[in-house]
Each structure stands twice: as C-alpha cells, then as structure tokens.
C-alpha cells in the first residue's frame, strides 16, 4: 500500500530546529540584534519555503492562491535579507540604512501578497475610498501611540527631522497594514488563514520597527522581545498554508469593515482630546488632527459624488423598468384592500381596449371571470392581511381570466404585491397571455393531429386505446387497420403532393363509414386505424365490427379517387382484432396490424380477423430472416439444378438453378426464406453467391464439351442492387462462362412495378450477350407490351396453364396461344411443370421447344448432373 507524507511534518521538523537554533544563541550568550538576525533569517526562509511549497499544488486546488502566496514568499525572503544585514548595517552613522531598506520592501510585498489573497484583490475595491481609509486607520494609531509612546520621545529628541525619518518605516508599515486589514477580515476566499496570519505579521513588523525607532533614538538597541514579535509571526506563517479548514470561514460583516477607520478616528479623537486637555500645545498632534479632518472632508465629498451616482442609477433603473412594462404589453394595476382599482399604468388600452379612466375607482373583480373570481379575491385579501409573513412581499402569482371592451375572456397571468410606497394598496401586474394559450392550443393539435388528413394520429391513438380498455375492459373492444393497396405507385406516378391529397380524399370516405362513436385515425403512410368502443366481443358485437371493417373496403374500392385530373383505382386491405382479457393494449394494435398484413398478403381487398396463428407465422418469419444472414456466413445454402430438355429429343440443353437451405438438419423450403430475404436485403448477397457458384460449375461442364446453357431466376431487389449489372459481368468473366450461355429469368410483375429502372438495368444486361427470359408468362397484367419494349430470348408458360393440359379446354387453348404467339415472335418456348405423359404428348403437338418438371427430370445437386452428361459432342439449338 503506497502511504502518502505530510508535508506538514518536515515544515513542522524545521520550525523546531529553528526555535532550537535561537536557543542555543541565546544560551551561547549571543547579543539581542545576533538572535533577532539568526530567528529572522531561520523563520523567513522557513516561510519562503512553505509558501513557495504549497503554492506548488501540494494543497488542494481550492485553497491555492499561488500568486498572491508567492508575493509573500518574495516577501519574506526580501525580509530576511534585510534583517540579516542589520547587525553590520546599523554601525553607520544613517538614521535610515540599506537594510532598513530591505526590511521596506519586504513589508511592502507581504503587504501586496496580502492583499492579492483576496478575491477579487484589495487593490480593484474603490482606490480613493480604501486610501482614504487607510489612512484615517493609520493617523488614528499614529494619535493614540503619539500620545502615549511619541509625543514625549519626540519632546526629548534633540534632532525632529531624524526623529521623523527613524520613524519613516513603521510608518509605511502601518499605512499598509490599514490598507488591506478591512478587505482581507471581510474576504471570502477558499483559504483566509494565509490572508490574516500575513496581516499579523505585517502587524508585527510595524511594532518591532517602532520600537527599534526608538531604540535608535535613544543610542539603545532595541529589546529582545520586540525583535522575536516578527519571528513567531513568520513561524505561525509558514504553518498557515496547511491549516485545513472544516468549513468555510464566516466573512467579517462589511457595515463593520467599513466602520471601523471611523471607530478608530473616534477613539483617536478622545484620546487626543484628553491629552489637550491634560498637556501643553502639540503641534505635530494638531497636524495630524488637521490632516484626518480634511481627509474625512474628502471622503465625505467622494460619498457625495457615489450617492448621487447611484440616485441616478436608480432613476435610470426605475425608467428602463417602465419602458420594459410598456414593451412587454404588462398592465399594471394599482388597487385598495377591496379591490378597487386606483391607479392605472400604460398599456391597457392597446391590449384589452379600455381607456385609464373606465376602469379607475371601479372593482377590479367586474373585470375578473365568474369562476377565477374566489382565487382572485383570496389572494387580495391575503395580500392586504397584516399578519402575513415576509413571503408574501416577493408577489404571488395567478392565472386567471380578464374581461376585454369586446367582451371576450383574455387568459392572462397576474402578480400581485404590496406596493412599496403603501402596504394598504396592492400591485397588480396582468399579462395578456391570449398568443401563448393559442401557441400551445395549436401544439396540441399538431401533436395529436395528422397534417395531411386532419384525424387523430398514432400518438393520440395509442393513448385512446389505452384509456378505453383500462376504464371498459376487454369487453367489445376492437381495433380495424386499413392499408391503402398500391398506394406506393401513386406517389411514384403523380407525386407525394398528389398522393396526399388521395389521401384526404381516403379520411373523408372512411369517416364517413363509422360511426360517431369510433375513433378514426391516420396510423401512418397509407395506413388508417379504427378503434371501437362496445358492449361483449361475442355475437352481434363482433359482427359489428366484421361489417364495419367490409364497409370501410368498400368506402375505399367501390369509385376511383381523382388525382392529377385522372382516376386512381385503389382497394383496401383490413385487419381486424378483438380485445382479450388482460391482453396489453400494444399487443391487440399488433394483431390488428398482424391481421392486416395477412389480408395483404392474400391480394389485398379483404378483411381478415386476427387468428393465433397469424403471430406464430410473423414470428417464425422474423426468425427466418434474423437467420439468414448466420446461414449465409455459415455456407448452409447448397444448389441444387433442375435441368431443361429438348422436348423433341430429350437432350438436356441447360439446367435452371434453384436455392436449397438446409438449417442444420432441417430443410427450409424456398417458399419460406425467399420472402423475408427480399425483404432484408439478403437476397442481394445470396443471388451473387448463387450466380458465382453456378456459372463456375456450368463452366466447369462446357468445359467438358458439354453444349449446356445456365437460367437463373432474378429477384427486383437484385436487379435494382448498385452495382448489379458489374456483378453479372464480373461472374462471367471470373467463370469463363460465356455471356451467350446464361439466361436471367424476371416474372411480369417485376416488370410493371418499376418499368422504367427495371427494363433499363435489363437492357444493359442484354448489351452485354446475356439472354433474357419471361417467367411464368400470362400471369402478368402487360406481358405482350414488355415483349415490344424489351428484346427478350425465352417464354415460360406457368405451371398454371400446363397443369390443365387434357383436362381443361380453356387452358389447353390458352397454353396452344401462347406457344404459336412464342413461335411467331422466333423466341423459345419453355413449358415449365410437366408432370404427367399426356401434357408432354400436347405440348409436342403445339410446337412447344422446351419443357422442365418432374416427368422430365426432378432438381438434383451438381452430382446428379454429371450423370446427365453426354458421351458425345451435342450442338445446342437454343
């Protein structure tokens, strides 16, 4: 364990060997000026040292005043010096020696380290005024030791202009003490002690240079006692900056400080009046008396000049506070105990339209409202109430409401007061706080209000639905979401301007579908929430709000919306969900919410109550994707390839590749994954790794003079990726496979999503050789138009269509439409989902080229396909 020293015990260790040197000089028979000079030099420079040491951070930062403490240092040192050289200096025949000289400067920056102890210092606290009364402190000393110690020195002193000269140090000494003792009593500093032991020892110095004055005067040396004042003082200063103090020290108050030169021009006064009566004349005592006189005439003159400075301030105060009272738009009313109103102050007319006369000798309680009126009259009464304590004289505040000419009730905020000038009357201050109440009227509003449509918004509905369940309970308690389908491609097409003025069109259908009862909101983007309030949740209730939710899509489905002069077709998706027993209200707006996604996720424009299972399957899906991204670093997606054959000749032209995901030990099907991978954006990096690794192992194929060609199907979020179109080339050229052997399959709805990017990005694919396909062909809502806008190479029918070959006529003449339209077009034809004989057999009829599907060939690993690999070299007619 580290221990830390003390300084304080080698300070103290030192003051004691110095008190042990002055006693052996003593014992040792050493003469009064050697010991004074061994204990002056001893105890300075143990000072100097202390000082010099604790202004150097050995004391808590608080404390440390290392300017003003090495200022006394200096001090100190320049003391000591002095006090060293007195033994040799006072051989010479001067009143006034080099070392007095010493001892001069000495006192002088004890008396400035003093005074800089001080915050702020002594020297900034009026120049002239601390002068002055330094020097009444002084001349009244310099009276009471003229007449008991001086006067009679002076009478037997045979040279007066030496006497005054001996006389010149502590004089100086005693000036300077007066000086800054008042503002170091009265300081507030972190550490005083340090302040008042300097003006001990400055208090000393002026005692001990008295008497050596003397002494000299007298052809003696001066006493022992005299000489060890300064020393013991110099000893208490070297422990003063270690002092700790428990608590702050309590300031001397400043009516004292500031008294105290006149309590010492008063005793001086006395006792020179009874030495005049008890003595002859005293000239140099009359001097004195002249001169604190005239010095207190000074003062009197610059106390003169101050008050009337600070008249003027007040003045200067009391205009600036009028002007602030008028600027502010504060009228201020001056009433009697019974509150009628006696004076009134500028402004009332400007801000509530009466002019001063209508209101003055008239009750101010005419002008209060009815219900303000008891706190009003409660406050007066308390206010004119003689008994009441000191704190009612700061002012009491109230909010109340005042009658303006035009009849109106302005809210306002009034202080009252006792008026300074009367305490029977009362100040009352009112402020016209009309804006603000509007300000904060409106605040609300917007914070509970949607701009766009003007209904209550999330915020206010949460807090409604809480409110309604913890007063009524779970019973007939539902919530309805409502989402706007294909709202997104208005705001795309015509605008977000557009798109919210749809969506004030929307609010005014949907409030005119509930009842006045319901809480209609705006939930956010396209989306709207009701809340209702009923009796049980069973039977005819949940109807209700079944029927409700079916009248709100129809409120949305039923007529176009006109935007941007054209008519908008939009349906509505609904959810719907009943409050439970101690079902959270945060969890019955989920479900709704759950329940409105699912209605969505079905085709939109239908209503679906929330089930159970609609959560398990959100939180299965959020597994799912907070999954995937671990799979994907983990490499547990594999490729399996479902190969695509020439249906005249059972060749294997190339092969599809499909995504497997295997969690563990547990097969993922695509259908779950996909999804929530389009959705967080891990799709992007799964379909790279998808296309490096397949066109790697294609390549590796063609390489075996294997004529086989790779399809891969594309998601939006892929294609729309940055650098997308530099991904496929990059896999290419890294593969070796050439540009001319891999097809990218889109489905049609990519396409009318975002038609403009999505056939841009696909026709720079189609600049660089890579050939472009349509999947599930005759699904979409534009296929013949994109076939016109995007060169395309292939066609694949939806197993839709092939799956009602031979049993169904309409779809066996849709299917025959869609090869001979293929045909004529010169693109290649695939029929995906071939399953049975029968649906292979008519599809060769019809011309069709190519064909996939389990009768053909199931998906299999890159394995499998080697097996399919032919023996011999086969051109590929694709």
Not at 35 to 58: E, F, P, Y
Not at 154 to 178: I, Q
Not at 845 to 865: D, E, F, H, S
Request: proline share 5%.
């Amino acid at each position: 364990m580290k221990v830390r020293r003390d300084p304080r015990v080698p300070l103290t260790t030192a003051a004691g060997l110095g008190a042990v040197a002055v006693v052996v000089a003593l014992v040792t028979g050493g003469s009064a000026p050697v010991v004074t000079a061994i204990a002056g030099v001893v105890t300075g420079l143990l000072a100097a040292i202390s000082l010099i040491m604790a202004a150097s951070r050995v004391v808590p930062a608080h404390r440390r005043q290392p300017g003003a403490w090495r200022w006394m240092a200096a001090g100190s040192l320049t003391w000591l010096l002095g006090v060293g050289v007195r033994p040799v200096a006072d051989g010479t025949p001067f009143v006034l020696t080099f070392a007095d000289l010493l001892l001069l400067v000495g006192s002088v920056l004890l008396a400035i380290g003093c005074g800089l102890s001080v915050k702020p210092p002594a020297f900034t606290r009026g120049v002239i005024r601390q002068a002055a009364d330094a020097y009444l402190g002084a001349a009244s000393v310099f009276t009471v030791a003229w007449v008991a110690v001086l006067g009679p020195a002076f009478r037997k002193a045979e040279d007066t202009g030496a006497f005054f000269v001996a006389l010149a140090l502590p004089v100086v000494c005693l000036l300077a003490t007066c000086a800054i003792t008042p503002a170091v009593a009265a300081s507030r500093s972190g550490n005083r002690v340090v302040g008042l032991t300097g003006v001990g020892v400055l208090t000393a110095i002026t005692v001990a240079e008295m008497a050596t004055a003397l002494a000299r005067l007298d052809g003696d040396t001066a006493p022992l006692a005299a000489g060890l004042v300064v020393p013991a003082m110099l000893l208490v200063l070297a422990v003063a900056p270690w002092v700790q103090e428990d608590r702050p020290a309590r300031p001397l108050p400043a009516a004292l400080t500031a008294a105290t030169p006149l309590v010492l021009v008063a005793a001086a006064t006395l006792v020179a009046t009874l030495y005049a009566i008890g003595s002859s004349h005293d000239a140099a005592l009359v001097v004195v008396a002249a001169s604190v006189v005239l010095v207190l005439l000074g003062r009197l003159f610059v106390l003169l000049v101050e008050t009337a400075g600070m008249r003027r301030l007040v003045d200067v105060g009391e205009q600036q506070l009028r002007r602030l009272a008028e600027n502010t738009g504060d009228v201020v009313l001056v009433c009697d105990p019974g509150g009628v109103i006696q004076e009134v102050g500028p402004g009332l007319e400007t801000t509530y339209g009466y002019r001063p006369e209508d209101l003055t000798c008239r009750p101010i309680f005419d002008y209060i409202h009815p219900e303000d009126l008891p706190a009003v009259q409660a406050l007066l009464d308390r206010m004119t109430d003689e008994d009441d304590g000191p704190e009612q004289e700061g002012g009491t505040r109230i909010s109340c409401r005042f009658r303006a000419s035009d009849g109106t009730w302005r809210p306002t905020e009034s202080v009252a007061a006792r008026h300074v000038r009367d305490d029977d009357l009362v100040l009352v201050t009112i402020r016209d706080l009309s804006d603000q109440v509007a300000l904060r009227n409106q605040v609300t509003h917007l914070t509970f209000h949607d701009g766009v449509t003007g209904l209550p918004n999330r915020a206010y509905f949460e807090e409604r639905a809480r409110d309604v369940l913890s007063r009524r309970g779970a019973g007939g308690t539902a919530v309805i979401f409502l989402d706007l389908d294909g709202f997104t491609s208005v705001n795309d097409s015509v605008g977000h301007a557009s798109g919210d003025h749809l969506l004030g069109q929307a609010a005014r259908r949907l409030r005119s579908a509930v009842r006045a009862d319901d809480t209609l909101a705006r939930w956010g983007g396209d989306e709207f929430a009701v809340l209702l309030e009923g009796g049980a949740s069973g039977g005819a209730d949940a109807q209700t709000a079944i029927d409700l939710a079916e009248r709100l899509v129809r409120a949305v489905s039923n007529e176009p919306f006109r935007v941007a002069d054209r008519d908008v077709a939009l349906t509505a998706s609904v959810g719907v969900a009943f409050a439970e027993e101690d079902l959270p209200p945060g969890d019955l707006l989920r479900n709704a919410d759950v329940a409105m996604s699912r209605a969505k996720e079905l085709g939109g424009r239908r209503v679906e109550v929330f089930a159970t299972h609609m959560h398990a399957d959100v939180l299965r899906r959020l597994e799912i994707a907070s999954d995937l991204q671990r799979a994907l670093l983990e490499n547990q997606f594999a490729i399996e390839y479902q190969p695509v054959v020439d249906l005249a000749t059972s060749r294997v032209t190339a092969v599809e590749a499909l995504v497997r995901w295997w969690r563990g030990s547990t097969f993922v099907p695509p259908e779950q994954f996909l999804g929530p991978a389009e959705d967080t954006g891990i799709i992007v990096p799964l379909s790279e790794w998808i296309l490096r690794e397949a066109c790697r192992e294609v390549a590796a194929w063609r390489a075996s003079s294997w004529d086989i060609g790779l399809a891969l199907n594309l998601s939006a979020r892929q294609i729309m990726a940055p650098r997308f179109v530099e991904t496929v080339a990059e896999a290419l050229s890294e593969s070796g496979l050439p540009a001319s052997a891999l097809t990218l399959e889109v489905i049609e709805e990519m396409l009318v999503e975002d038609a403009g990017e999505m056939i841009s990005r696909l026709s720079e694919l189609r600049t660089l050789g890579v050939r472009l396909a349509i999947d599930d062909f005759g699904t979409g809502y534009a296929s013949l138009a994109f076939l016109r806008q995007l060169p395309v190479d292939m066609i694949k029918i939806d197993p839709s269509f092939v799956s009602g070959l031979g049993r169904d006529d309409t779809l066996t003449l849709l299917t025959k439409t869609i090869v001979q339209l293929g045909n004529d077009l010169g693109l290649i034809v695939v029929a995906e989902g071939i399953e049975r004989p029968e649906q292979l057999d008519l599809l060769r009829k019809m011309g069709c080229t190519r064909g996939q599907g389990y009768l053909v060939a199931r998906p299999m690993t890159a394995r499998g396909v080697d097996s399919l690999m032919p023996t011999t070299t086969l051109q590929n007619t694709a």
